[in-house]
C-alpha cells in the first residue's frame, strides 16, 4: 500500500511540477487509545520508508519520539519530524539536531506561535540550522482545533520556513472516544487558505481509502482528490506571487 500510494503521489507531483518529500511513521506512539495501532515492526517499517526513497528517488521524513530514535531513523530519513505534543522536549530536540539531518518541529497544539523561536534555537545550538516549524491548529475548546492564519506569518520571523499541515489541522482529537474525529471537508479551504497567507510548504495526509486507515483515518484527504488539491493551490500560489512581485 505505502508503494502504491507513493507511486501515484509522485507521478502527480512530476506532473505538477512541484518538490515532493513522502512522509510515513515507523511507529505512532501518540495514540488516543492504548487499543489503537501503532507500528508494524520498527525494523520493517524503515526497511519500507528505505525501499520508498531508493525506488522513487524522493526524500523521506519520519516522526522521532525519544532521543534514541534519533540516530535510527536517521539511517533511513531525510527529514526528521519533531511531534507536536514533544515540541519542547530538549534532548529530543537536541538529539535530531546532532544527526544533521532536516528537522521538521510540528507547533504544539497548546503553544503559541511566537514560542515556536525557542524550539527552533534548541535545533539550533546543536550547529544545524536545517528547520522546518509546522503549524497543525491549535486547540479550541473541547475537541476542537482552529488555525489562526497570523501563526504563519508570525513563525515565518524566525527566518526558518514555515508548513501548514492541512489534514491535522481538521482533527477533532479524542472527538470519537476512542480515537479522533475530523471535518475533511475542510482541507481544502484551509490548504487555500494557508498558501494565500503565504506558506512556505503544505503537509497532507493521504490515502487510497481513509476509512480503512490505521491512522487518521477521519481527517486524511482521499488520494484521488490530491491532484485537484494541488491544482488549486498552485493556482493561489501563482497569484499571490504575481500580487506580491508587483507591489514590491
Known amino acids: 500500500m505505502i508503494l502504491k500510494t507513493a507511486r501515484v503521489i509522485v507521478r502527480i507531483a512530476r506532473r505538477r ?5 513522502f512522509k510515513s511513521s515507523y511507529k505512532k506512539a501518540n495514540r488516543t487509545s492504548g487499543d489503537s495501532f501503532s ?25 522521532i519520539h525519544s532521543p534514541e530514535e534519533a540516530r535510527m531513523a536517521a539511517e533511513v530519513a531525510d527529514v526528521l519530524q519533531i511531534p507536536a505534543f514533544l ?7 537536541q538529539a535530531a539536531g546532532r544527526t544533521g539531518k ?13 514560542d515556536m523561536k525557542l524550539a527552533a534555537r534548541k535545533v539550533a545550538m546543536t550547529g544545524n540550522k536545517k528547520i522546518l516549524l509546522t503549524e497543525r491548529g491549535t486547540t479550541f475548546g473541547y475537541h476542537n482545533l482552529v488555525v489562526d492564519m497570523r501563526s504563519l506569518a508570525i513563525m515565518q ?5 514555515v ?9 477533532l482529537p ?11 471537508q475542510f482541507i481544502f479551504p484551509i490548504a487555500r487558505a494557508g498558501v494565500a497567507a503565504g506558506c512556505d510548504a503544505l503537509f497532507i495526509e493521504t490515502h487510497p ?8 483515518s477521519a481527517s486524511q484527504l482521499k488520494l484521488d482528490r490530491l491532484d485537484d488539491l494541488l491544482r488549486q493551490v498552485i493556482a493561489v500560489d501563482t497569484a499571490v506571487r504575481k500580487t506580491v512581485k508587483k507591489r514590491s
Not at 532536516?102 to 511566537?114: E, H, T
Not at 472527538?175 to 475533511?184: I, Y
Not at 481509502?209 to 487518521?216: F, H
Open 17 to 21: 511540477n512541484i518538490p515532493f518529500i
Open 39 to 63: 507500528t508494524i515492526g520498527i525494523d520493517e517499517a524503515l526497511a519500507i520508508l528505505s525501499e520508498v526513497r531508493d525506488e522513487f528517488g524522493v526524500p523521506v521524513l519520519t516522526d
Open 87 to 93: 515540541c519542547r522536549q530538549t534532548d529530543l530536540l
Open 102 to 114: 532536516v528537522i521538521n518541529i510540528k507547533k504544539g497544539q497548546f503553544l503559541a506561535p511566537q
Open 157 to 161: 520571523e524566525s527566518g526558518y520556513p
Open 163 to 171: 508548513v501548514l499541515d492541512a489534514t491535522h489541522s481538521v482533527q
Open 174 to 184: 479524542g472527538g470519537e472516544t476512542t480515537r479522533s474525529g475530523g471535518q475533511p
Open 209 to 216: 481509502n481513509p476509512a480503512r486507515a490505521l491512522s487518521d
